[in-house]
């Protein structure tokens, strides 16, 4: 659990609540059902519009990460490419088969399997930084549907406020009807920038951010495997590793 991100998020709903009851206004004036129903479900449906469906769902597989990052091992599983490079030095490729085999990790068992095919190293390189970007640019596009709702969210809020003030000016005789409209109009504005700078824009950014992570930690195994490939000392694959994984 990434306490940090929780910190953050109750941070800034606490802050952003706590300034308003501070000022003299009260909570229950900013729920407002249909202001949520404009900003949100009208943000949710032009982003579905523009995504493809396998992207949109990716996006939302994508979105516990922000409060549960995966864990990458990077000094373990350098270590771990170490010992292989001892290994193929020492035994040939084939020592490793039974490595390839057990491994867990879906681009490290691919890698180990291209090396101990004999494959050239040029050849390895180019496979895994194939593949490498290509993943990358997968969830990057899963992690640019939270921008893209960030970009949204401001602009419908927007309608929603303009829609309230039709409202209000078309029951501007009646007070109450009045008053729902008006607070139709603020609360949305509220809605779509506070939806568009506390949850869309930092989640996006957020996703962004571990995506990089996960790119450098498949950049440290395919710098490796190939270093294993070339049969590289041991002591020099290290030094080339410890780069990915500082202190």
Do not use: C
């Not at 900003?39 to 493809?52: D, I, K």
């Not at 390895?124 to 194939?130: F, K, P, R, V």
């Amino acid at each position: 659990m990434d306490k940090l991100a929780i910190s953050g998020f109750v941070l800034a709903l606490l802050a952003v609540a706590g300034g308003f009851v501070i000022e003299g206004g009260s909570l229950s004036t900013l729920i407002h059902f249909p202001a949520f129903l404009i900003v949100f479900g009208g943000t949710l449906g032009a982003v579905m519009l523009q995504t493809p469906l396998n992207q949109f769902v990716l996006g939302l597989k994508m979105l516990p990460w922000v409060f549960r990052p995966s864990v990458l091992p990077l000094h373990h599983t350098a270590e771990r490419i170490v010992h292989w490079g001892s290994a193929a030095r020492g035994s040939g490729f084939l020592a490793l088969e039974n490595d390839a085999l057990a491994e867990q990790d879906p681009f490290l068992h691919r890698g180990l399997n291209l090396l101990v095919d004999g494959i050239e190293p040029r050849v390895l390189q180019d496979t895994l930084d194939a593949e490498l970007t290509l993943e990358r640019e997968r969830l990057l596009r899963g992690a640019r549907i939270f921008d893209a709702m960030g970009g949204y969210s401001p602009t419908i809020g927007i309608v929603g406020a303009v829609l309230g003030l039709i409202q209000a000016m078309a029951n501007i005789s009646e007070p109450q009807l009045l008053g729902m409209g008006i607070a139709t109009a603020f609360v949305a504005t509220i809605y779509g920038v506070g939806f568009a700078n506390l949850i869309f824009i930092p989640v996006g950014n957020k996703l962004k951010s571990l995506v990089q992570q996960r790119t450098l930690y498949h950049e440290l195994i395919v710098e490796g495997l190939v270093s294993i490939a070339h049969g590289e000392n041991p002591r020099n694959i290290e030094r080339k590793l410890a780069a990915y994984h500082p202190g």
